[in-house]
């Protein structure tokens, strides 16, 4: 029992893991007391015409999308996505329509 440091490295371990949580708790609770300015911007390079679908959804001054120009977004994918399955719904029915399985 000379050098057996197993108990007190979890014990660290732990320490350190609660330490950290709070940390991130504490710097949550700051971002929400302290928001930055974020304004809507053009996009102005290559990458941020991608991420904007050509300026149709709204850039924040940060180079990423703002909650808006996400929503939208992902308005966009979702009306997309319905149109694309209705789609395929008409084409398996006139498939099974026209095709005689005798």
Known sequence: MANNHFFTRSGQSREDKKRAKIRKQVEREYEKAHPDQI???????????????????????????????????????????MILVAVLIVLTYLFFFFVNFN
């Open 39 to 81: 304004t809507v911007v053009e996009p102005e390079n290559r990458a941020e015409m991608r991420l904007t679908k050509k300026g149709r959804f709204e850039l924040g001054s940060n180079g990423e999308l703002t909650e808006k120009g996400k929503t939208d977004r992902l308005a966009y994918r979702y009306n997309r996505g």
